[in-house]
């Protein structure tokens, strides 16, 4: 993809749901655009033909300012093909704090790690994992700038849990140098709709405990799961377990 110890970290307040719109960062947060766009020039007098013609494709824009430079975004549904470009993907990060989670509580621990990209090993174990849970059904959604996937989620294939009201958020990465900009929102609240729309009731996520994810997490409705999956607990005991409800 916890609790009464709320993580100390900057949320974006974001629209909950995908619209097919044309957004662009505002002083932290994202706002609708008059902006045109490629789209815009060839659908101008028909902007209802144009919604409807993304709905179909499962296209959605975001233009989000990143300095000096202006990103168009296409957020869709990706082939289960597409999973090798994972690789375009750069998970390096800083990290300067880590929580474990203790007795229903998150109990935070200072580091200093520089976490870096995936090397060659790692990206083939993940790509081989997720192109199993995508060739039995599972979703990917990619966030596309140009030719450059910066950003990725990976939806699993079927309701797990007792009464099999929960289905996994599998994998949500957003390159470093596109983080802080809406696109994992909205990569996490499509990911929410499709999960819905297959008839589950929560969504059961397995964060890397670092203090960027779990505060993502947290500020977008996630909560410590009372009850771990035992299987993945098992596969990732570090990982904080969370559930959202849908």
């Known amino acids: 993809m916890e609790r009464k110890d709320r993580a100390q970290h900057p949320c974006q307040h974001v629209n909950s749901t995908i619209e097919s719109v044309l957004f662009h960062r505002k002083k932290g947060g994202l706002r609708e655009s008059t902006e ?19 709905l179909a494709l499962g296209l959605f824009r975001c233009n989000l300012s990143n300095k000096h430079r202006e990103l168009w975004l296409i957020i869709k ?22 929580y474990k989670h203790k007795e229903g509580s ?6 200093d790690l520089n976490v870096p990209r995936w090397s060659e090993q790692e990206c083939a174990e993940r790509i081989s994992t997720l192109s199993r849970e995508l060739s039995k059904g ?6 596309i700038e140009g030719n450059l996937l910066a950003g990725a989620a990976v939806l699993g294939h079927e309701l797990i849990g007792d009464n099999l009201e929960e289905i996994q958020l599998v994998f949500l990465h957003v390159s470093n140098g596109y983080r802080r900009k809406g696109i994992a929102s909205k990569l996490f609240n499509l990911i929410c709709k499709i999960a819905k729309d ?3 009731k929560r969504l ?5 405990p670092s203090e960027s994810a779990v505060g993502f997490y947290l500020c977008h409705g996630c909560e410590l799961a009372t009850e771990v999956n035992k299987e993945l607990f098992q596969l990732e005991p570090e990982d904080i377990h969370m559930i959202k409800e849908l």
């Open 36 to 54: 045109t766009s490629p789209f815009d020039t060839e659908f101008k007098s028909h902007p209802r033909t144009l919604m409807l013609f993304m």
């Open 77 to 98: 549904e990706l082939n289960k093909e597409d999973i090798g470009r994972i690789r375009e993907i750069d998970r390096s990060e800083k990290v300067k704090l880590l």
């Open 106 to 111: 998150l109990v935070p621990e200072k580091v």
């Open 138 to 143: 599972g979703t990917l959604i990619g966030a």
């Open 198 to 200: 297959k008839g589950a």
């Open 204 to 208: 059961y996520i397995s964060s890397t």
